[in-house]
C-alpha cells in the first residue's frame, strides 16, 4: 500500500502590506502527496504556487505568513515545528529547486563547496568523503566531466548546466520530497526536455515524491500523477492526470488545456485565455475567474463556489457542477 508522505489542509497565506491591507495570497489550499508521486500545480503567473510551496518549506517570505492551515510531511504538522527542527528537515528530507538558479547558486563559490556545504550541514558524510560523493551525484544528473565541473564557478557553466547542478545539489541529501519550482523557464525547449526527462527519471529511480510547479499545463501531462489548478490563490480543480486531460471540467482547465502547443497545433493559432488575472487588490466577487469565462451565469458573479467532488478522485471550484 503507498504511504501518505505529504498533505496540506486548508493552507492560507497572507500578505500584511504597509498600508495596513492584507493580501490574501493563498485561500484554503488542500492536497496530499503519496512517497512516490509527483504531483504537478500549475497556473498563470501570481495564482500563489510558489507561495504554496515555500509554505511546506516554512520559507514564505516576510510580510507574508502562513495564517491558517497544516502541512503534514508522514506525521509532523512542519507548521508547529521550531526553527531548529526545520533547519534538519529542509535540504535534507525535503528539498526544493527555486525559481530562479542564479539566486541560489553563490557565484563567488564553486559547485563543489556549493554542494559541501549542504553535505557536512546535515551530516550525510565524511569531509574525506564528500568529494566522491558530489562526483557521483553530478555524474547522476547527467554532468558529463562531474570533475571539472564541481570545480566550476556558475556563471562558467551554460543555463542547463547550472540546472542540472542546482539538481544535484538538491538531490545530495537524498530527500523523500523534491519540490521544483519552474525548474526549466530559464532554459530553451530542447533543453526544457531534457531536464524534465531528467527529474521524472530521478524522481523514480529515488522513489521520492516530487512537486512540480509550473504554469505549463503541457509539462505536468508526461510527468505528474495528479494536477493542481490554481487561480487567484484557490484551487479551481485537482484530479489525477489522465482523468484531468480526458475530463477536464473546469472552464479555466480547458482554456489552460487549449493553450498546450501540440494540442492547439491543429487550431490556426495559439489560444491565449483573454482577460487578465486579478490582482489580489481586486479579486471579483463571486467565482474569482468568471469575467474570463466563457460559460458564466449570473449567479457567478455573486456566488463563490466550493469545491465539489463530482467524480471520486476529481475535484472542482465550480458553479457548473455545484
Ligand atoms: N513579497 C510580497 N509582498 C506582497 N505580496 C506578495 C509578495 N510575494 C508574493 N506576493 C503575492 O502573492 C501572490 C502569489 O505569489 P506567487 O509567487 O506564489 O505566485 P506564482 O503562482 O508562483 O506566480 P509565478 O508563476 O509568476 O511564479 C502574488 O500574486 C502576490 O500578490
Ligand atoms: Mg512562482
Known amino acids: 500500500m503507498a504511504h501518505q508522505l505529504l498533505s496540506c489542509y486548508d493552507l492560507h497565506i497572507s500578505f500584511t502590506l504597509s ?26 503567473s501570481g495564482c500563489g504556487k510558489t507561495m504554496t510551496a515555500l509554505a511546506v518549506m516554512r520559507l514564505v517570505p516576510l510580510p507574508g505568513k502562513i495564517t491558517a492551515g497544516s502541512v503534514f510531511f508522514k506525521e509532523n504538522n512542519l507548521l508547529t515545528l521550531s526553527e531548529q527542527q526545520m533547519r534538519t528537515i529542509r535540504g535534507r528530507h525535503i528539498s526544493m529547486i527555486f525559481q530562479d538558479p542564479m539566486t541560489s547558486l553563490n557565484p563567488v563559490y ?20 564528500a568529494d566522491a560523493l558530489i562526483e557521483s551525484i553530478l555524474h547522476e544528473v547527467g554532468i558529463p566531466d562531474p570533475k571539472r565541473t564541481a570545480d566550476s564557478y556558475p556563471h562558467q557553466l551554460s543555463g542547463g548546466m547550472r540546472q542540472r547542478v542546482m539538481i544535484a545539489m538538491a538531490l545530495v541529501c537524498n530527500p523523500r520530497l523534491l519540490i521544483a519550482d519552474e525548474p526549466t523557464t530559464a532554459l530553451d525547449v530542447t533543453v526544457q526536455a531534457r531536464i524534465l526527462d531528467l527529474l521524472h527519471g530521478l524522481q523514480s529511480k529515488k522513489s521520492m515524491g516530487m512537486i512540480l510547479i509550473t504554469h505549463n499545463l503541457g509539462i505536468v501531462g508526461d510527468i505528474a500523477d495528479k494536477v493542481i489548478v490554481m487561480y487567484a490563490g484557490e484551487v479551481m480543480e485537482y484530479a489525477p492526470v489522465r482523468e484531468l486531460f480526458d475530463r477536464p471540467m473546469h472552464p479555466y482547465t480547458v482554456n489552460l488545456l487549449e493553450t498546450i502547443p501540440a494540442i492547439a497545433a491543429r487550431k490556426e493559432r495559439l489560444t491565449v485565455i483573454p482577460g487578465e488575472v486579478p490582482t489580489l487588490r481586486n479579486i471579483p466577487p463571486g467565482c474569482p475567474f468568471h469575467p474570463r469565462c466563457n460559460r458564466s451565469m449570473p449567479r457567478c458573479s455573486t456566488e463563490h463556489p466550493a469545491l465539489s467532488t ?9 458553479l457548473l457542477y455545484a
Do not use: M, W, Y
Open 310 to 318: 463530482p467524480g471520486t478522485n476529481h475535484q472542482v471550484r465550480c
Open 19 to 44: 498600508d495596513g491591507q492584507v493580501d490574501e495570497a493563498v485561500r484554503g489550499i488542500a492536497f496530499s502527496l503519496d512517497e512516490t508521486e509527483t504531483l504537478g500545480i500549475v497556473g498563470e
Open 110 to 129: 564553486t559547485c563543489r563547496s556549493q554542494i559541501k556545504e549542504a553535505i557536512v550541514h546535515h551530516g550525510i558524510a565524511r569531509t574525506s568523503d
